[in-house]
């Protein structure tokens, strides 16, 4: 368990933005951070439908349950979080 | 006394060399301060100055346009044009002083370099009268805004913000410690009097000077014209050196540090001309667009002077072209959200009269970079201002040292590598290739986020951080250029609409 910081780029944002989470956190977890800074500040809320996380360029996402540590993501790389 | 003219002494006075005897010529001239490696050593004599002048000559006429300056500065002091004029105007003179100053100052010990370290007498000499150029912009343009540090605080940045590391001064450092004052002195010529100084500073001073007139602002308008005629001269420089080195086998060499400079000069422009010329400059006086400006004095202009020496366009043209259109919108999105962390106040720019007008120049912004700011206004007229600035901070990149932004759903993505160990970041793969040139001179330098993540910055929060640019401490930091009343007409609509 430790902070990893990540870079992470909400689909409609217009800036990469630092999101620090932990290596124990879910992508669940991961997109539901990311969106702090973007969604509804920078991109529009979209009720009901869910945030789905990416290696950037991957065609399919991780699985929502899978941890940081688990997909084996590395200090400051860059996630696509998207709604499904 | 009578005076021979400069014609009958001119060509003999520049001519004058020694050769050294108690040293050898790579002890008097250093390669990695000199540079023009492979170059014959009988080719510096030729260099063939495009302009020629004497020190009595540029006297007299520095004196006059210092005159001419300093006459208009003072016969319009009391017209009161702080109060008067829109307040992204006064944005445009806040952001433009801090940004140049200090840096002019840094170009008189660039020019103060090839008077020791040229190679060629003939540069050396004229390089000379480039320093004292320099040395006059970084006076007068301190000297200028010091009227205003009293109407307003933010004005005392335009001696403190190179001081500070403030995330724009960062950037600008980055660059101008890039191609002004860490290459040897043939490099530099290319990199900064020819690249910098010929294609973008025509359109910082000539550009903003016709929206300064327009304005109302002669005084600006007077001040960056007087500049620019000194930057038109001392920007020639570079070019015999071009010359030399494509007659000598080393285009190649050549066309690469034209590249990189370029697109350096280019990146760092779209927040010191872009957002100005397309958000600051009240609509009603705008005399075009940054793209339209880009077009007439970079790619038709500049252009020019490349093919004229036998040059290529950059290789990554493509890329370029496409980057005029989009790149400045999106560090105007990041530059207003994170407007504290700003020296001046940044207009919006974004009224439905101002999107009209974007949506003109700039087909589909409304579809790409108008839906963030329908986002922000949405907040902005419902009161959610703790919505209206981020709570984290951009990815920076590690060239540019600006924000990584790209059009909302289309051009936006990371560009990274792994270099011995640490991730960099860039804002595009022309900032990936020229870190991937030269690793060794970029890899050590830490950017706002590395040093954020490695605890240079405490707390580590946006407080933190803007305490560590120096906002609030060195000077104020920004808030809205028109303290929100741009967003009127928004709330007349909502009132309207329900």
Known sequence: MALIPLAAHVDGDFVLKLVQVDTDHTMDEVAAAAAVNAVGIHVPEQPGRTMRVRKQGAAAPYERTDTVEKVGLTPTECVEIYFE | MALLERSQWYDIARSTEWTPRYVTQDELFPPELSGGEGLPDDIWASYDEPYKISYREYVDIQRQKDAGAYSVKAALERSDLYNKADPGWISILKEHYAAVALVEYGASFQESRFIRWSKAPGMRNMATFGMLDEIRHGQIQLFFPHEYVNKDRQFEWSHAAMWSDNWVALGARHFFDDVMMTRDALSTSIFANFSFETGFTNLQFIGLSGDAANAGDFTFSKLIQSIQSDEARHAQLGTPLLQMLIENG????????????????????????????????????REASFKEFMEEWIVTQFMRSLEDLGLSKPWYWDIFIRDISEHHHGQQLGTYSWRPTLWWDPAAGVSPEERD????????WNDTFGKV?????DNFVHGRTEKTVPGTLPVICNVSQ??????????????????????YHFASEVDKWIFEDDPERYRHHKNLVDRFLGGDIQPADLGGALEYMGLGRVGPGGDDAHGFAWLDSYRKQLATTG
């Open chain 2, 402 to 423: 600006l924000p990584i932004v790209g059009t909302p759903s289309q051009t936006l993505r990371d560009i990274s590598l792994v270099h011995e160990g640490r991730r």
């Open chain 2, 250 to 285: 080393q285009k190649e060499e050549a066309q690469k540090k034209i590249d990189i400079a370029f697109w350096r000069s280019y990146r760092l422009f779209t927040i010191l001309s872009g957002i100005p010329m397309d958000y600051y400059v009240p609509l009603e006086v």
């Open chain 2, 357 to 364: 007008w974007l949506e003109e120049k700039y087909p589909g």
């Open chain 2, 373 to 377: 700011w329908d986002v922000m206004i």
